[in-house]
């Protein structure tokens, strides 16, 4: 059975830093890509950023929503089945509720989300 678990959400001021983390499990997660996304209240669900599982020499690709590029890090532990995300220079619109899953994700996995994993940014 696919579940993810992210946790690492946090109560922060703007300009702060946080690191989320989302565990995965039932599925081989070395061999697929995978993305965060977020959902900011009255919003649809949003891409944030993305990471390949690597090819033959284990080189990764990474790319990120325009809103984040520079301020988001996304990384992976295969040994771990962890996807993490870094976050800094937070905003105020950054504000949301955080997941992940596969990037893209499948039209069958859309009934795989987590809870995620409440950031709030505010003075």
């Known amino acids: 059975q696919v579940q993810f678990v992210e946790s690492g959400g946090d109560l922060v001021q703007p300009g702060g830093s946080l690191r989320l983390s989302c565990v995965a499990s039932?599925?081989?997660?070395?061999?697929?890509?995978m993305g965060w996304y977020r959902q900011a209240p009255g919003k649809e669900r949003e891409w944030v950023a993305g990471l390949t599982q690597g090819g033959a020499y284990g080189r990764t690709t990474r790319d990120y929503a325009d809103s984040v590029k520079g301020r988001f890090t996304i990384s992976r532990e295969n040994g771990k089945n962890t996807v993490y995300l870094d976050m800094n220079s937070l905003k105020v619109e950054d504000t949301a509720v955080y997941f992940c899953?596969?990037?893209?994700?499948?039209?069958?996995?859309?009934?795989?989300w987590g809870q995620g994993t409440q950031v709030t940014v505010s003075s």
């Open positions: 899953n596969r990037w893209p994700v499948p039209g069958n996995w859309q009934g795989y």
């Open positions: 039932g599925f081989t997660f070395s061999m697929y890509a």
